[in-house]
């Protein structure tokens, strides 16, 4: 486990890690970077925002720790944040027109480009799970409805009642949607419901890296309606060479300009850092759309990109000690990280 902290010192990655490879490889600083949503968060919801991002970083940092497998880091980050009711996924997913929860999620693991995604499933807290085992017990990359809930059931999942994950806040929001149909002035990009799409990003000591994306969706959306969160290189994508991506925001618009697609290529053919990438291509997309996103990423070089045209998206992330964290345009807020015992 203490191949991953830097501070060790290159001779415990060499004495762990025992290849002369992994030797002149293994010299990245393991991250988990999460996002908990772009849009317009209010200022009421900030303090729950930061709170869950924080733990989701330190949930998937401390799996990361444990088992080295950025695979099992974003989806322990994610997990966390689709337990959370303060995020659009898992528990506290917004309803779709008919007042149901149908959720979309994705992951993808950089090393080889498996990667597992999921639309349309319901009465199951954790998507991404279900994602996952999609990808590593199918041959399929891409399973929806009632097919992936045959899978979620055979695999075990827990099968939770009709409506278990419906909150009072996401009702509210529905009504509210509703409501704003019938008002004389329609206003234009107006979200109901806190934005709270979640998605995680990791890597190791390695270089490898992998992306996860979960949410459910938009308020009042169409039943049946899939957002980018699920589809690779539109809202998550991860490739070793390249870097590993999650986004937010809106989703009709981030799917058609293969938002993440976009900025993995500027990184891997136009040597754009994952910072440069993620402001050239959600501002380029905003431009041209009038609708905004936000975007999380760590590129091949493990230089991480934080980057948002709404006004506002949460996020997080731990990389040795420190936890970095922010919701607004430029914050950047630094927390000591649990101090470990049982490094041994
Ligand atoms: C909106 O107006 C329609 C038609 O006038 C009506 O049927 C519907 O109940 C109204 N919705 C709400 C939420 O008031
Ligand atoms: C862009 O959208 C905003 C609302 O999200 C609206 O106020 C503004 O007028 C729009 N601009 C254009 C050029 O359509
Ligand atoms: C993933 O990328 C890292 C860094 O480039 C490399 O060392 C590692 O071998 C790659 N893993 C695979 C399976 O290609
Ligand atoms: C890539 O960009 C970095 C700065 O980010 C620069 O130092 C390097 O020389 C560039 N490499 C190439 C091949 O242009």
Redesign the pocket.
Known sequence: MQKFFAGLGLLTMIGLTGSVQARE?CTYEPTVLVHGGAGDVSDAAIPNKKLGVKLAARKGFEILRYTGSVLDAVEAAVNSLEADPNFNAGYGSVLNWDGEVEMDAAIMN???LSAGCVSLARDIINPISLARRIMESTKHRYIAGPGAMRIAEQEGFNLLPPGALITEAAIKALQDYKNSLNATQTQKGVVYGSPGTVGAVAIDA???VAAATSTGGLTGKLPGRIGDSPILGGGTYAD?ESGAVSATGHGETIMRYNVVARMLALVEHGNYTAQEAAVQVLEQMTQRFNETAGIIAVD?RGQLGIYFTSNRMSWAYQRGNQVHFGVDAGEDEIEFGEPRTTDN
Do not use: E
Request: glycine share 22%; charged share 10%.
């Open positions: 490889a950089g090393a080889d390695c270089g490898n070793n091949y």
